[in-house]
C-alpha cells in the first residue's frame, strides 16, 4: 500500500494529507439528511422589512431598470428584488462619529472592531439559492456585491472587506433565506495577508501573477472543473475540505472592482452551474463560499481575485484543531472529475 501525499497550500503554509487509501467517493457524501433551520416568522421576506434596520442599499426594478435607493429611519422600500440591511447583531460596527473615523483604538493586542457587518437578502423568494437562482436575479447579487465592495472600500477606516456567504444550518447559516454576508474590517486578515505575501514575493522572483500561473498549470490538468471564455474553475492542488473549488477571472483582476460590466453575467452562469452541480452531486451540502480580493493599489499587479467555494462535508476534529494540518478524504482530482461529469440541470 503506498503512502498518502501530504500537500502544500500553492501559496499558504498550509498542508494538507490527501487520505485517499480510506477510499471515499463524492457520491458517498450524497446520503446525509441536511438539517434545516427552523421555520418561523422569516425577517428576510418581503413584508417584514420592518423586523430589519433600515436598508443600506434597495434594488428595486422597474421593467428591466434597476433603481438604486436607501431606505430612510422608518420607511421601508417594499417590492424590492435586493436589500442589503445592517446585521443586528454586528461583529464590526461604524464609528459613532466622524473624528473617531481615523483613531481607531489599538494595543498590541486589541484593536477597536469598528467596521462594518451587514446582510445581503439575495431575493424576495425565500429559496432563491445561487444553485437554481434566475440567472438575471444572482447578476443583480453580484452588482450589490460590487456595489458595497465600491462604498465600503472607500472608507478611511477600513482595510479589508470580506464577502462571504454560509449555506445550510451545519454551515452557519441560522436563517434559511438566501442571503450573504459583508464585513468590513479595519486590518486585513490573516489568510488574505498571507496570500499577499507570497503572491507579492512569486512577483518579485518571476515578474508573473502566480495566479495566472496556476490557472496556466490547471486548466490543462485533472483538478479543472469547467472553463469557459471569462472564468477556470479548478478543485485546488492542496484542497482543505472534500469537493472544495475555486472560480477564477482568466483575465488578471485584482479585485471584484476591476471585473467588466459584461463578466458580471458570466461569473453569475459560472457560479449557478459549480453550485448547481455540487447541489446535484452531493445532495444540496452545507458550504461557505468568500471571495478573496486586494483592495490596495500596489497589490494589482501581483495579486487576482477568486472565489474559494468550502463545502462543508467533513468534520475537522481534535488533528486539525491542533494542529492545523487537515485531512481530506476526497483527491481533488477526483472531486474535480465528478464535478466536470455532473450535468447541473
Ligand atoms: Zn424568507
Ligand atoms: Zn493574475
Ligand atoms: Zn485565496
Redesign the pocket.
Known sequence: MGFNEVRKDY?LDRWVVIATERGRRPSDFAGKVREKAKTGVCPMCPGNEHMTPPAVLVYLKHGKVIRKTTDKDDTRHKNWAIRVIPNLFPAFSPPKDKTSQRKIAKRPEMISAVGHHEVLVESPNHDEHPADARLPQLEYVVDAYVDRLRELTAKPYVEYVSIFRNHGLEAGASLSHAHSQIIATPFIPK??ED?LKASKRYWKHNKKCVFCEIIRKEREGPRLVLGNSKFVVIAPYASANPMEF?IMPKKHEATLLDMPKGNVEAFAETLRTCLGRLKRLVNDPPYNYGF?LAIDKDARSYYHW?L?VYPRLAIWAGFEKSTGIYINTIAPEAAAESLRRTISS
Open positions: 501559496l489568510t488574505v496570500e475555486w478573496h477568486h474559494e
